[in-house]
Structure formats: structure tokens, C-alpha cells
């Protein structure tokens, strides 16, 4: 951490890793430690304590669980895979294992969290729901779920990405979705964001903010967080069942945080599990280069909680760079500036070209193309199995990469 005011003794951060383990945080102030909260406008706060209570009553009935568990199987395709990678451990030495998260509708791990989001907005009587999008998987998956339980949806979209990614318009506008383009700001994500947050403010009641990853005011990290854990608590499982062993490490990707932490969650507990989130390097470690947002961020306040990010010294938000819009983000979600704090988690940023060589090296060796998103996750494996040697590692292989064939295309030039 880079801020002394965030500095914490040994004793405190057993206290609150405890606190955590304990089902404790985020506490009632919507609090992990000194992040997260809620640092939002007079007016969105009935709708966030309106939200946390459907929440928690819709987390704590039956009935929610066995309509959430039926589409998760049936329409989802859950639970996803645990598959071992034999070529990629053998040119790697270790034993690298991949959680199949790339096999969920829609081809990401999106879809837990929206359709999770969109049963709680229909049981909250919601009549529309508005989401943000950053590259579009986010829109696609809420456009989906959305379709599914039957609730009008709305998209809001930055003018620029609306641009760079006119199939994903195509494919949320196919699926019922209005795409509204957004001119203010940057015109990207954290326009998107604004403008979503803003259009709730002016419409609680009647409208939800499915909001696409771990950030945000609370209840949205914890929330999130909740509905992403099936990935951890399915890969555990799948790792005693199949490996007959916990692994010596679990490493997962981090743009907003929703695939790490839900992932990470199934071996919180396990102190013999080391835990490594990777971020974006981008082209490399100056200001502007890259997404490494707790390699280098400082804590401040965006989209409404208290979490490190990537600004000056007057506190405006930087420009980020990265080769995979999903991690392209100055933010990240409260709980990994948490685990960061206590040590828990350890983090680690990863280079455009060195995530592009990993993607390639498990597309030709286990017959997966990979999103470059968790490509970053996989280069990560391979630098970690150059430090400990046979190590078990499981990556969470949280997208798959037909998305991104413009990039790949670019990466090593069109035939
Ligand atoms: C959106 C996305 C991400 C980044 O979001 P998180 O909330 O950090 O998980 C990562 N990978 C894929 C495939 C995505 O679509």
C-alpha cells in the first residue's frame, strides 16, 4: 500500500482476515477494513439499502437458491469443468489445471452475476433493469439473463466502444437489449457507469442497476462477490474429487475483480493455498501504460467506494492501457484492496505481449483459445511455475476468446 494512512500491524491483519473468514465483512457499513462504503449522492441511498434488503432475503430463501441452481445447470451450463492440462504442465513444469469457466453461456463468467441480479430485480417487482458495458460482455450477458426472466433491458455503452465493438451491440440488440450510446466523459466504461448510476438515481424503484462486476457502492462487492463464489466453491470441490488435493496456488485475473473473487473465495480458508490475483501490465510500468491498479494505484473514491486507483497527484483518475478491454479499468473492487491489506492475496501484473504468448501456448497445446483476459491469469501460472517447480496451479479460465478476434487479428496481423 502506498499510503500510510492504509498501513496496518500484523495483529490487525489477522484480526480482519478473521473478520472476513467469519463471514463478517463487508460490514454493516458496507465496509472491508478502510475500503469500500458507499460514497454516493443523497439519493441513491433508499435504493442501495432497498437492494441489500431484497438481497439478503432473496440469499436467504430456498426457493431463490432452487430457481438460481435449475438455470445455473440447465441454462448456464453448470457446474462448469475442472480440466487438466497436460501439455501446458509438461512445457511449463508444473501441474497446471483450468477451471472451465469459458464453458458458461455466453462464453464468460459474466452470466452468474446477471442472472443472479436479474431474479432478484424481478422478485423486487423491478420493471426494467439498466447495466453498463464496458467491451460488451457485460451487456451481452445482463441482455440474456434479462431475456430470460423476461424484464426489459438497457444498455448503456460508451459512444467510443460502441464504436470498437459493434458485434456485441449486434449480438445484445438480437437478444432484446437497447444499446444506449454515451457522449460524456471518456465515452468508455466509466462514462457507461455515470451515466447507468445516474438514469437508477432518477427511477429506483422501478428500475435495477445490474452492475457487472465486484465494485462500486455496497451492496454491489458483496453482492457480486456472493453470486460469482460458485466458481470457487466448484473448483474446490473439483480439485479434491479430481486432483485428490488442494492446490499450491489459485490465480485468477483481475479487471474489476468479479471472476478473482469469486474464485478466490473457495480457498480463502486454506492457508496452505497461496492466492495470486494478476492484473494488466499493458506495455509497461509508466503512468498510462498499463491497468496495474494495486501494483500502483492509491486509495480514493470511484463509482461510489473507497478502493485503490490508478490517479495523480491531485487525485483525477488516469488513463489506463491494456491489450483486453475486460481489464481495462483504473479501478478495482474494495475486497482485493482488503486482501491485498492482510496479505491474504498477492498480486501481480502480467504484459500484453507476455498474456498474447500464453494465449497462444494453450490454444496450441490443449486445444483452448482462451479471452486475453485470462491469458494474463495463464502467463501468470507460467512465471509462477518457473519459481516453484511442479507445483499444482489451477487458472481460472473466466472467458472464452472468439470475442476478440479484432485483437488477435491485430496481434499478429491479418491473413
Ligand atoms: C469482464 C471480464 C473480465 C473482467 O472482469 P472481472 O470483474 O475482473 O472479472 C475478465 N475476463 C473476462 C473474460 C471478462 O469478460
Redesign the pocket.
Known sequence: MNNAAFEIDEAEKRRLLGELLAGRLPDDRGRFGPFGGRFVPEVLVPALDRLEEHARAALADERYHAELASLQRNWVGRPTPLCQAPRLSELWGADIWLKRE?LAHT????INNALGQALIAKRMGAKRVVAET??G??GVASAAACARVGLPCVVYMGAVDVERQQPNVVRMERLGAEVRAVESGDATLRAAIDEALRHWAGDPIDTHYLL????GPHPFPWL?REL?AVIGRETREQMLDQAGRLPDVAI?????????IGFFHGFLADEAVSIVGIEAGGTGAAIGQNAATIATGEPGVLHGSMSLLLQDENGQVQETSSI????D?PGV?PEHAFLRLVGRVSYRSITDNEAMEALDACSRMEGILP?V??SHALAGARTIATERPGATIVVNL???GD?DMPILMRHWGQR
Open positions: 469459458e462464453g464468460a463468467h459474466k464496458g467491451a460482455q457485460h457487472g462486476s465486484s465494485v457480486v460469482q485468477a485475473a483481475v479487471g474489476g475483480g468479479s471472476n478473482a483486453s478491454a475486460g481489464l479499468y473492487g479471452a483476459e485470462p473466466c472467458g472464452r470475442k
